[in-house]
């Protein structure tokens, strides 16, 4: 199946409810990957739902990751497709130069941390997340199995150092 930016897709959350998020740019930052937005508000199944009224709903969060992975696994399915993807230049992502295990010891806290916008030319450091830069999302491409558990949970199962 084709993909383009302003496609929207359901997915199951559980087995009598389903969330939605939208295609809305590739950040050449970050791999090429494609960027989501999630969306907050939770429906039935059956619920037949106009995408217009979707997108007017809370963003829940901002996430990288590869749609047509999850379609090819059927973990989600496009329902429609819509041109109003919301205000890029607004959205900010985060990671930490020191992620990951150094021998003996895991990284519970960062304060080596890098914030981007979608396509800037370079990460910006910033070191200890403060102000605005507490806001942005974890940058990383996750798979769709990580999408579906934050749209059912609110957060990533996997572990990523914290700010604080």
Known sequence: MRIKIGDVFSVNIS?????FFQ???????QLN?????????????NEIVEIESILDGEI?????????????MKLWE?????????????????????????PGEQIKFST????WKINDKDFTFVGKLEGDNIKAELGL??????????????NFSF??????
Not at 23 to 29: F, G, L, P, R, W
Not at 60 to 72: E, M, N, P, R, S
Not at 78 to 98: A, H, P
């Open 15 to 19: 087995e009598s409810e389903k969330k």
């Open 23 to 29: 295609y809305i740019a590739v950040d050449s930052t």
């Open 33 to 45: 990957s494609d960027v989501i937005r999630s969306f907050n508000r939770k429906y039935l199944l």
């Open 60 to 72: 829940d969060f901002y996430a990288h990751c590869v749609i047509k992975l999850g379609l090819k």
């Open 78 to 102: 496009k329902v429609g497709n819509s041109n109003k993807t919301g205000e890029l230049q607004n959205i900010l992502f985060r990671g930490s130069r020191d992620s990951g295990c150094k």
């Open 112 to 115: 080596d941390w890098y914030v």
């Open 141 to 154: 491409v996750v798979n769709p199995y990580d999408v579906i558990e934050r749209m059912r949970t609110g």
């Open 159 to 164: 572990f990523y150092p914290d700010y604080e």
